[in-house]
Structures are given as structure tokens and as C-alpha cells.
């Protein structure tokens, strides 16, 4: 078991600690041993914005925003998120609008620090900066800093221009999906799965049984699509030819001085890079510079000292659920 399910396992147990406190004071309240009803801890903290911002670098001219795309692209703000460091989705679609919207700030750098993620969350990152950035014409600048691959690469293509550091590993353009094969363990145990559907191909990807030739052409036709949406964006944001990133994105990964050479990044730079170019774009020679960060909002020592309340259990049972789910991924491995 990984350290990600562990710590979902040791959520949930908190969770239900909390639960089982909550009866208990629900109990009293209905007896009239409590003189105060409880509220819901998570009302407490909707009125809170779920982002700020700091200062990165002090100056006295225009201001220049980063946005950090930091860990795997994925809509994981639900009932298991924990901690400040993983990437909230959910949030950084809010600080992409946040940016854009904010008259002070004049430019943007996304600092892209990521192995990719999901197909949605990846072209719904790329879909936002692109429709934000026509309406606001602000530039926008990839500062890419260890890994920008597959999706992270896929969301640096609205950009005006590219920056990697030397030893930034990119490009990784393609798409995967992978699932388990347990029938001969089945077998092994003796367990039998039946299933009740109502088409042949219902349960594709079942990994209680072998793949058929006409699932595996289905599923690679999905492949194939969304590879296609990728070379797409890729040959529109780098104006390449499309035959040309075909002949590239065969799903590996590139150092910046090959990704620079292939025509996939403009320069090889780091963070205060980026910061000079962007500057440039606005005719700054001493910006501020402000960087975004998301707000602790819910974590283990605020469920531990907020008041009980129900939670929503069945939303952590289908968040468990759904991270089983074979899922089609811009994503390195």
C-alpha cells in the first residue's frame, strides 16, 4: 500500500473519530445537557479565500504575477485533501482568473513544476489561460522548473514564450491509461466475479478477466483521439507543423537543450529568467513581483480543533472509488 492511500486510510479514521463525536454531542444537545448548538466547521471557513498572494521580488513598477503549478495535475480538492503543498485544481483555476482579471497586474508567469495529470484537468487548465488571455492580452510566460512534461508541457502552450531551466526534463507529449489484470490471482483463490450488464462492452477494462481484441480497439481509438488533441495544441501554440510534432511526440521526455533544439521551448532560463522576459513584454525595467500561494484551509490540525460536525461521508467512499478508475492521462511515468 502507498503513502498516498495510507494517508487517505488515516483521514478517514480521523473523520470517523469526529463523526462518532459529533452523535455524542448531538445526543446531548437533544437532552439539554448542551446550551449551544454546534455549526458546521467547513461554513467557518467558505468565507476564507482559498488563495493569497506575497511579494516575491520588491520594485517600484508594474507588477508581475506567478502561478505555480507545482505536482501531478488533478482535480484532488475533495474530502481526502490534505496539506498546502499538493496541487488544488480547483484553486488554481480560481487564481488563473484571480491573475487575468486583476488590473495591477500586467503579466503573468506560470512556474510549471509537473509530471502532467489527467486529460481534463490538463485542457481545462490550457482551455482557461487561453480564453483568459485573449480577452485580457496579458502576457504570459512558462517558466518550467525539474519536470513540464506531457501535461505540463500541454498547459504551457498558450504562452508567449517558453523558458527552461538546464536541466529541466519536457516534451513527454502523449497520452496513457492503464488498469490491472487479476483473473489469474482469481483463479489462484478461488474468486469468482458475477456481473449483471446490459451491453457486452459495459464493463470494459474489468480486471477480474482477460481484455478482449475489440475492447482493446476501443479503448485505443479513445487513445488515439485525445493524442490528437494534443498534437493539435502542441503545432497551434508552437506554430509547428503538425507532421513536424508528430515526428517528435512519440511520448518521450527531453532535456531543455534538445526541447530547444526541436523548437518545443524558446530558451533555457530559470525562474528570475522569466521574470526578465516578462518584464520586457511590458516595458519594465523594475517590477514588483507577486506570487500566489494557496491558503491551508482544511487540514488534519483544523478538523482537530474546530468544532464537530457530520461530514460527508459518502463523498470520501466515492472519492476512493474513483481514484480505481482507469483514467486517460497526459501523464510522464
Known amino acids: 500500500m502507498n503513502k498516498k492511500r495510507w494517508v487517505s486510510i488515516a483521514v478517514i479514521i480521523v473523520l470517523l473519530v469526529v463523526y462518532i463525536r459529533t452523535d455524542v454531542v448531538s445526543t446531548r444537545a437533544k437532552t439539554g445537557t448542551t446550551t449551544e448548538k454546534l455549526g458546521d466547521p467547513l461554513s467557518l471557513l467558505s468565507s476564507k479565500s482559498p488563495f493569497s498572494t506575497e511579494t516575491y521580488q520588491e520594485g517600484l513598477g508594474q507588477t508581475i504575477a506567478i502561478l505555480n503549478v507545482d505536482g501531478t495535475i488533478e482535480d484532488s480538492g475533495n474530502a481526502l485533501s490534505t496539506g498546502t ?57 512558462v517558466s518550467m522548473g ?16 517558453i523558458l527552461a531551466n538546464r536541466f529541466t526534463m519536457t516534451g513527454s507529449i502523449g497520452v496513457i491509461m492503464s488498469t490491472y489484470n487479476y483473473s489469474q490471482l482469481a483463479d489462484k483463490w478461488g474468486i469468482e466475479e458475477l456481473v449483471f450488464k446490459s451491453g457486452k462492452n459495459k464493463d470494459i477494462l474489468n480486471p477480474m478477466r482477460d481484455t478482449t481484441q475489440e475492447e482493446m480497439q476501443i479503448m485505443q481509438g479513445i487513445i488515439d483521439e485525445y493524442y490528437g488533441y494534443f498534437v493539435d495544441v502542441v503545432a497551434k501554440g508552437r506554430k509547428m507543423d503538425r507532421q513536424a510534432v508528430i515526428s517528435i511526440a512519440d511520448g518521450r521526455v527531453y532535456t531543455a537543450s534538445q526541447a530547444k533544439s526541436l523548437g518545443l521551448i524558446d530558451q533555457i532560463g530559470d525562474l528570475d529568467g522569466a521574470i526578465t522576459e516578462a518584464a520586457k513584454m511590458i516595458n519594465e525595467t523594475n517590477p514588483k513581483v507577486i506570487k500566489y500561494k494557496k491558503e491551508d484551509l482544511f487540514n488534519l490540525n483544523t478538523l482537530l480543533s474546530l468544532p464537530s460536525s457530520r461530514l460527508d461521508f459518502s463523498r470520501i467512499k466515492e472519492d476512493l472509488q474513483n481514484s480505481a478508475v482507469p483514467t486517460a492521462m497526459y501523464l510522464y511515468r
Not at 146 to 161: E, L, R, T, V
Open 85 to 141: 503543498n499538493n496541487f488544488d485544481h480547483q484553486v488554481f483555476l480560481q487564481e488563473v482568473e484571480n491573475a487575468f482579471e486583476n488590473s495591477e497586474i500586467k503579466a503573468i508567469i506560470l512556474a510549471v513544476d509537473s509530471p502532467g495529470g489527467g486529460v481534463y484537468e490538463s485542457d481545462q487548465i490550457y482551455q482557461k489561460l487561453k480564453s483568459l488571455k485573449d480577452i485580457y492580452q496579458k502576457p504570459l510566460v
Open 146 to 161: 525539474s519536470m513540464a512534461a506531457s501535461g505540463g508541457y500541454y498547459i504551457s502552450m498558450p504562452a508567449d514564450k
